[in-house]
């Protein structure tokens, strides 16, 4: 089994010690699980708006069509701008943002529906 290089300083000199890999280089320590955590960190989905711009979390998007709100007489206008949203990489439908909409609180949005800001 190959080791990994060194997350910090990429020297190839890893090796283990128990649990924990250790660079002799510049004496970082780490597991394989956070090096695992590291990989699979790099392997989410990119979420991209109704144009196709890159979403971030904290990024600000405004509303592209009126959205329907479920127990509310009014609808989400085309124009209202929402300020820091979080993505929700795990969304098991295709609601992948949560936000705060003034007016309306919190909810989950898609972002089919939106442009970044």
């Given at each position: 089994?190959?080791?990994?290089?060194?997350?910090?300083?990429?020297?190839?000199?890893?090796?283990?010690d128990g649990a924990l890999l250790?660079?002799?280089?510049?004496?970082?320590?780490?597991t394989l699980a956070e090096e695992k955590a590291a990989e699979s960190a790099d392997e989410l989905p990119v979420i991209r708006d109704a144009v196709g711009n890159e979403?971030?979390?904290?990024?600000a998007v405004t509303v592209i069509k009126d959205l329907k709100v479920k127990g509310s007489s009014?609808?989400?206008?085309?124009?209202?701008?929402?300020?820091?949203?979080?993505?929700?990489h795990d969304a098991p439908d295709d609601h992948d943002i949560d936000c705060?909409?003034?007016?309306?609180?919190?909810?989950?949005?898609?972002?089919?529906?939106?442009?970044?800001a």
């Open positions: 089994m190959s080791l990994p290089n060194c997350p910090k300083c990429d020297s190839e000199y890893t090796y283990e250790i660079c002799p280089m510049c004496a970082h320590e780490w979403l971030q979390d904290g990024d009014t609808p989400i206008k085309v124009g209202t701008k929402v300020k820091s949203i979080r993505l929700l705060k909409v003034d007016g309306f609180g919190a909810m989950k949005l898609k972002s089919s529906v939106v442009k970044k």
